[in-house]
Nanobody, 123 residues
Framework: QGQFVESGGGLAQAGESLTLSCAGS????????IGWFRQAPGKEREVISC???????TYEDSVKGRFTTSRDVAKKTVYLKMNNLKPEDTAVYYC?????????????????WGPGTQVTVSS
């Protein structure tokens, strides 16, 4: 299942952009689906995007048109480009994989979650 380290979070003002990175190890990267999740204070962890082994990408409705997921197989890294950030995007962001298929929610992932990276958006 591999291990993951997220990076790239920080402070941003509304309307600005950030790019998160998810670096993995212990995986055959090109055969894995990678999901991006976030957890805001007091809320449950939610899936916001996933790229499967074929490169198909899905997005949660609230980030469609603003967030873009991409993958660099050679670097074993998946990116989440976040444009037009909003205060409601404030959360800790995580990535994880559990096989070639994107799973419906965080509880389906059996692996160990990384530390996440904090994104804070001010209005």
């Amino acid at each position: 299942q591999g291990q993951f380290v997220e990076s790239g979070g920080g402070l941003a003002q509304a309307g600005e952009s950030l790019t998160l990175s998810c670096a993995g190890s212990g995986l055959i990267w090109e055969h894995m689906a990678i999901g991006w999740f976030r957890q805001a204070p007091g809320k449950e962890r939610e899936v916001i995007s996933c790229i499967n082994d074929s490169g198909a990408i899905t997005y949660e409705d609230s980030v469609k048109g603003r967030f873009t997921t991409s993958r660099d197989v050679a670097k074993k890294t998946v990116y989440l480009k976040m444009n037009n950030l909003k205060p409601e995007d404030t959360a800790v962001y995580y990535c994880i994989s559990d096989g070639p298929v994107c799973l419906p929610g965080p509880k389906y992932y059996r692996g160990t979650w990384g530390p996440g990276t904090q994104v804070t958006v001010s209005s």
